[in-house]
């Protein structure tokens, strides 16, 4: 646990503007829990793996000593979550906003990172919030994600970046959360912010698991929660050259949510497990049921009846979707009716079942017109 700060003057006087009801929300939304309320205050308590921690919450700002009440509370809960107050106080002023807040951790003075790595981390937060953003808006899974349609970008474009601040190099993204009722269909954003969320706590677990034998089918298996080839190569790219960093979550304080807010470290390691789930997916044919729906581009007989064909364009497997090239190994007849339609320059579908990386039991072949993917 980081050691206690004292604040600076702003910071207190930020302090004071908080309201009971706003660090009570914090709370929940954080994993305390509400153990026993006393006279003007309430104490809550957490559970953590190096020990169980307590904080009183004032429950009345005409306390005399109100502010210095709340000066406790941020020392307190700053020191447990090992982060600034600076950024603490940051998630709980913005309460019209769900906030990621990105913690990169380098070597180096204070508040500094080097440049490429400063880059790489504004392009993984920008590739995070846009493949997350397609991946909510998509009716499946998706293995690695093709050009993105203009609604999603539109999105994205409404997003904003906090400035980066010292005690390590930290940035946050804020999602506007309009006022809704709770009863009411999320807003966009804020099933944007959960589908994130998905999709970091999947990758978290995922990379975990994977640390000591990487295997891609810990990935695969987690892809209908949102992994997929972008996610992680944004979340290797934040960690550039395997500077850890944390991910925390905060959800606007004017639409509570029943997701616990929570943070993930991402260390040295598993940015490494990250960039090689990446590269795998973005090639990768799983075993079993696959059809994929294109053009042939390339053709070899092979010795005996049958042949080998190429062919590129959109793969559906029961993992997710992708666009790229498979072969696909068929008996002399399929074969043939490739043959017809690479020559006629007309797209085909196949389906079959895929075996290390190839489709080697062809089921079906269907032709689909001139240059016409259904």
């Not at 919450?57 to 600076?86: C, H, K, M, Q, W």
């Not at 400035?163 to 009722?181: C, E, F, K, M, N």
């Not at 490739?338 to 895929?354: D, N």
Request: proline fraction near 6%; charge should be neutral; aromatic fraction near 6%.
């Amino acid at each position: 646990m980081m050691p206690s700060v004292a604040m600076s003057a702003d910071e207190l006087r930020a302090a004071s503007g908080l309201t009971p009801e706003t660090l009570s929300r914090y709370l929940s939304s954080t994993g305390w829990a509400p153990e026993q309320r006393l006279e003007r205050a309430t104490l809550w308590s957490r559970r953590e793996a190096d020990g169980d921690f307590q904080v009183l919450v004032p429950g009345d700002r005409d306390l005399r000593d109100y502010a210095n009440r709340v000066s406790d509370f941020l020392t307190t809960v700053a020191a447990v979550e090992e982060r600034p107050i600076r950024l603490l106080l940051d998630d709980l002023q913005t309460t019209g906003a769900d906030t990621l807040s990105f913690r990169l951790l380098p070597g180096g003075p204070s508040g500094t990172i080097p440049l490429f790595n400063a880059v790489d981390a504004l392009a993984g937060v920008r590739e995070l919030v846009v493949s997350s953003t397609y991946a909510l808006m998509s009716e499946q899974p998706m293995l690695v994600q093709g050009r993105r349609p203009e609604d999603v970008l539109d999105f994205a474009r409404t997003v904003r970046l906090g400035t980066p601040r010292a005690g390590s190099w930290a940035i946050a993204a804020q999602l506007a959360v309009p006022r809704a009722d709770a009863s009411a269909d999320p807003p966009l954003a804020r099933r944007v912010s959960l589908q994130m969320h998905r999709a970091v706590r999947a990758c978290f677990a995922a990379s975990g698991e994977a640390q000591r034998d990487f295997d891609l089918g810990l990935f695969l298996r987690r892809t209908g929660e949102g992994v997929s080839a972008n996610v992680c190569e944004a979340l290797a790219k934040l960690g550039r050259d395997g500077v850890p960093y944390d991910v925390r979550f905060n959800w606007a304080d004017q639409l509570p949510s029943s997701v616990p807010a929570r943070s993930f470290r991402f260390g040295t390691r598993r940015i490494e497990v990250l960039h090689t789930a990446a590269e795998q997916l973005k090639v990768a044919v799983p075993d079993g049921e696959v059809t994929v729906e294109g053009q042939v581009s390339k053709l070899r007989r092979e010795t005996g009846e049958g042949g080998q064909a190429t062919v590129r364009g959109p793969i559906r497997t029961v993992y997710g979707s992708s666009e790229r090239s498979v072969r696909v190994l068929l008996p002399d007849v399929l074969y043939q009716r490739l043959v017809e339609a690479h020559g006629r320059r007309q797209h085909v579908r196949v389906t079959g079942i895929a075996l290390r990386g190839r489709i080697e039991r062809v089921s079906l072949v269907e032709v689909l017109g001139d240059n016409t993917p259904s």
